[in-house]
């Protein structure tokens, strides 16, 4: 699975409307409104570098609202639950 976080930038007065239609997408599992230097982040998950194009550059970037998008490509995945799991292997 390919993992892909995208910083998206939005028209202000169209960010729940804009949220909704890339929650909407094939292939976004998770998007979040947020403060800081960007207005929403999507989470898409697919399982071939090819997809990404059709769901980010042929979907999520063309939806009314975006102005730009900023993409970064997970490597690994890391969470506490993982690290726990690995220090209580063969443990009781």
Known sequence: MITAIVLVHTEADRIPETAQAIADINGVTEVYSCAGDVDLIAVVKV??????????????????????????????????????????????
Request: proline share 0%; no cysteine.
């Open 47 to 92: 399982h071939e570098h090819e997809e990404l194009a059709d769901v980010i550059a042929g979907g999520l970037s063309k939806i009314d609202g975006v102005l730009r998008t900023d993409t970064h490509i997970a490597f690994r995945s890391y969470s506490r639950a993982d690290t726990e799991a690995t220090f209580s292997v063969g443990l009781d």
